[in-house]
């Protein structure tokens, strides 16, 4: 079965650290690949997506990801967190194959601390 | 920039009521979707839509139905709300033969007490 896997439910990072936001994912093909986030009490934003070229990919808020074929990675990353990272991360897949649904993780709480 | 509307922001019913939730899109696509997010769980997606009066089952459709009469309106309706029901509700859109992802909605927080 296709699926999407955030290891951690929880990152807690301290203001001014890197800060790396884990996704695998199991489809067929070669997919394509969005990070969104969600601010307390608020739809799914935008972050950043992944469809071929250059296996690093930059978004929104200064964050990035690096896609990684032979793992099945897409990592969010952030080079100096700020407090006002803190919110809710969605890692997702739409298989190359489908043209309607995504696959969404479960999310990660990323806690950025003071 | 599509925008994506979603009526209410919270809203709170009574068990056994029938709520209508709706999504009004104000560009021209096709695929609409409507998701509801409970903590541990993600999002899990009720029903979709690919086209004006055409409807398909997610992985949750128990206690849902869907309307879409029109394109840029797709509501979403629990015949007799439960508790269980209590739950964030997104609504989402996606132009067909684009390479991006969905855009979403504000959501609707709906508490069945």
């Known amino acids: 079965a296709q699926s999407v896997a955030q290891p951690e439910d929880q990152v807690k990072v301290a203001e001014g650290n890197p800060l790396t936001v884990k996704c695998t994912y199991s489809?067929?093909?070669?997919?394509?690949l969005f990070w969104y986030v969600q601010y307390p009490n608020r739809g799914l934003q935008f972050l950043l997506k992944?469809?071929?070229?250059?296996?690093l990919v930059k978004g929104s808020y200064g964050f990035e990801a690096e896609f990684n074929k032979s793992q099945t990675s897409f990592h969010l990353k952030k080079p100096s967190a700020l407090v006002s990272d803190s919110a809710l991360y969605f890692c997702?897949?739409?298989?190359?194959?489908?043209?309607?649904?995504?696959?969404f993780g479960k999310g990660t709480r990323l806690h950025i601390l003071p | 920039d599509v925008k994506v509307t979603q009526s209410s922001r919270y809203l709170v019913k009574r068990t056994g009521e029938k709520v209508f939730l709706e999504c009004v899109q104000d560009?021209?696509?096709?695929?609409m979707f409507w998701y509801r997010q409970d903590p541990g769980l993600g999002l899990r997606l009720i029903y979709f839509?690919?086209?004006?009066?055409?409807?398909e089952k997610g992985d949750i459709p128990e206690g849902y139905s869907v309307s879409r009469e029109k394109k840029e309106r797709f509501s979403l309706i629990l015949e007799s709300a439960s508790t269980n029901q209590t739950s964030m509700y997104l609504c989402?859109?996606?132009?067909?033969?684009?390479?991006?992802?969905?855009?979403f909605g504000s959501g609707t927080r709906l508490t069945v007490v």
């Open positions: 560009m021209d696509h096709e695929n």
């Open positions: 989402a859109t996606y132009q067909t033969g684009t390479f991006y992802g969905y855009t």
């Open positions: 489809v067929s093909g070669n997919p394509y």
């Open positions: 997702a897949v739409r298989p190359s194959n489908r043209d309607d649904k995504i696959i």
């Open positions: 839509s690919y086209d004006v009066k055409m409807k």
């Open positions: 992944y469809i071929t070229g250059d296996n």
